[in-house]
C-alpha cells in the first residue's frame, strides 16, 4: 500500500484460475483493486481475441507495431486466451484492452502511483512460433509505463529529474517534476515551471503539464537543445520564485568514436603482433617484405607419424612390465 499510494510505485496484477486476488478486493488493499469480480461466473466461450479500446490504442505501452494502424490489426490476430477472469471495471479506472466484451487490460492510478490489472495468465501463448517478438516487447514497455519515473534531484518538496543526464545537439530532453506540500502528500493542482538555464543564463520557461499516469508527476519538452552545460531550475507555481534544487544536464558533439583517433599507437601494434606469434610491418615495407614473410609460411611443412602400440616390440614390453608389476603388488597385498 505504502509503496504504491505514498511512494509511487507501479503494480502489475495478473489474475489466476485459483482467484486469489479475490481476497485482495477487502481490508487495506481494496483499494488497489480496479476491478470487481461476479457472485457467479458465466459459461465462458473456447477461444477468446484481444480487442484494444480506444484508450489502449493511444497507450504507448500496448504499441506491438510502430504503425497505429497496423497495432488496432495486429491485437484481434494474437494468439486467442483460453481463459480469463470475468470482471467489471470500477469507477474510475480506464480498460485498455478486452478479451471479448470483458476487460482484460485494467488501469487504475492509486494514490502517488499506479496499478494494472490483467484478467488472464496467459500472454505466454503469444511466443507460439515467434517467440519474443510480441511477448517480450509488451512486458517491456508495461514495466517502463507503469514504473515510477526516475528523479535525479530531490528535496523535501520538489523533485526534478530527466530522461537522460547526456545529449548530443539538437535533441530534445523530456523535463519530470513532482511537487509534494510541505507535510509531504502529493499536489495534484499545483501549476509548476521549469527554467531551462544555458552556462548561467535563462534561455526557456517551459509550463509542466500533469502526467495522466501518475499523480503528482509534470512533463515538459524542452526546445531542441545546442553544445552547452545546463542547468533545470523549477517554480511550484507562477506567483512563486524557483528552487535553490537544480538538476545539471550536458549537451555535447560526441562524433564518431571510429574517427576521434587517427594516430597510429604504434607500440600497441607491436605488442600484439609480438604476443600472437607475428610482426608489424608498416604500409611501406608491406611491398617488400611481406611477400618474403608469406613465402616462408608457405614453406613450412606438418609432417604426422602415426605408430601402433601394438605393431612395436619396445611399446608392447614395456605394456607387459607394467601390467605384470601391477599384479605382483596386488598379489602382495592379497588383493587377488
Given at each position: ?128 512460433q515467434v517467440g519474443d517478438l510480441y511477448h517480450q516487447r509488451l512486458w ?92 533545470i531550475a523549477v517554480a511550484e507555481s507562477p506567483t512563486k520564485m524557483r528552487s535553490d ?92
Amino acid at each position: 500500500m505504502e509503496f504504491v499510494e505514498k511512494r509511487g510505485g507501479g503494480l502489475i496484477l495478473i489474475d489466476g484460475l485459483h482467484s486469489h486476488l479475490k481476497k485482495w478486493n477487502q481490508g487495506k488493499t481494496q483499494s488497489l483493486i480496479p476491478v470487481t469480480w461476479p457472485s457467479k461466473a458465466e459459461t465462458q466461450p473456447k477461444t477468446i481475441n484481444w480487442r484494444l479500446t480506444p484508450e489502449g490504442e493511444a497507450q504507448q505501452a500496448l504499441r506491438l507495431s510502430d504503425s497505429p494502424t497496423a497495432n488496432s490489426t495486429l491485437w484481434p490476430s494474437l494468439p486467442e486466451m483460453r481463459w480469463h477472469s470475468q470482471v467489471t471495471a470500477q469507477p474510475g479506472s480506464v480498460t485498455l484492452a478486452n478479451l471479448g466484451d470483458t476487460p482484460a487490460f485494467v488501469f487504475r492510478p492509486v494514490g502517488a502511483g499506479a496499478v494494472l490489472y490483467l484478467a488472464t495468465d496467459e500472454l505466454w501463448r503469444w511466443r507460439f512460433q515467434v517467440g519474443d517478438l510480441y511477448h517480450q516487447r509488451l512486458w517491456m514497455q508495461l514495466a517502463a509505463w507503469i514504473a515510477a519515473p526516475p528523479f535525479q534531484a530531490e528535496n523535501k518538496q520538489l523533485s526534478i529529474g530527466t530522461d537522460r543526464m547526456r545529449y548530443t545537439p539538437g535533441e530534445t530532453s523530456e523535463i519530470r517534476v513532482r511537487v509534494r506540500s510541505a507535510s509531504g502528500e502529493l499536489v495534484s493542482n499545483a501549476e509548476p515551471r521549469a527554467f531551462l538555464l544555458l552556462d548561467g543564463k535563462e534561455i526557456a520557461t517551459l509550463q509542466l503539464e500533469p502526467d495522466p499516469s501518475h499523480f503528482g508527476i509534470y512533463r515538459a519538452m524542452t526546445p531542441p537543445l545546442k553544445s552547452g552545460a545546463y542547468e533545470i531550475a523549477v517554480a511550484e507555481s507562477p506567483t512563486k520564485m524557483r528552487s535553490d534544487l537544480t538538476l545539471s544536464l550536458r549537451v555535447a558533439d560526441l562524433g564518431n568514436p571510429e574517427w576521434a583517433t587517427l594516430t597510429m599507437n604504434r607500440p600497441l601494434l607491436e605488442s600484439m603482433a609480438s604476443a600472437s606469434g607475428g610482426r608489424f610491418l608498416r604500409e611501406e615495407q608491406a611491398a617488400t617484405e611481406l611477400p618474403n614473410l608469406l613465402q616462408s609460411i608457405d614453406r613450412k611443412q606438418v609432417t604426422i607419424q602415426e605408430t601402433n602400440l601394438w605393431s612395436s616390440w619396445w611399446w608392447f614390453g614395456a605394456v607387459i612390465l607394467l601390467l605384470s608389476a601391477e599384479w605382483l603388488l596386488r598379489k602382495r597385498m592379497k588383493l587377488v
